[in-house]
């Protein structure tokens, strides 16, 4: 399967902090993803971008804080995150990028 253009707007960027470190020794990456995806439009991204097979994936909404930005009033915007599990034997590299 070949990687769409669709394919990389729906799949944002790696998420690399400590808890996405361990989430990934059981074979799981996390992602940052578009707020209109769905769990199957995520699972056919990540196996056509990253040549892998997905066993799960698994979807948490953030939503954004009110937050102070130099003395002012902002919010910060709403966050989707896909906890991806991978089938036994795939490994995608998150530090190298696409």
Same mark, same amino acid.
């Given at each position: 399967?070949?990687?769409?253009?669709?394919?990389?707007?729906?799949? !944002?960027?790696?998420?690399?902090?400590?808890?996405?470190?361990? +989430?990934?020794?059981?074979?799981?990456?996390?992602?940052?993803?578009?707020?209109?995806?769905?769990?199957?439009?995520?699972?056919?991204?990540?196996?056509?971008?990253?040549?892998? !097979?997905?066993?799960? +994936?698994?979807?948490?909404?953030?939503?954004?804080?009110?937050?102070?930005?130099?003395?002012?009033?902002?919010?910060?915007?709403?966050?989707?995150?896909?906890?991806?599990?991978?089938?036994?034997?795939?490994?995608?590299?998150?530090?190298?990028?696409?």
């Amino acid at each position: 399967m070949s990687a769409k253009p669709e394919h990389y707007d729906l799949i !944002k960027k790696p998420i690399i902090t400590e808890k996405a470190t361990m +989430v990934s020794e059981n074979g799981a990456v996390v992602f940052q993803v578009a707020m209109n995806a769905s769990k199957p439009m995520i699972k056919e991204a990540v196996e056509a971008v990253f040549g892998v !097979k997905v066993k799960a +994936v698994n979807t948490v909404v953030t939503k954004g804080k009110a937050k102070k930005f130099r003395g002012r009033a902002g919010e910060r915007s709403d966050k989707k995150k896909a906890y991806v599990t991978l089938e036994e034997g795939n490994t995608i590299d998150v530090a190298t990028g696409l």
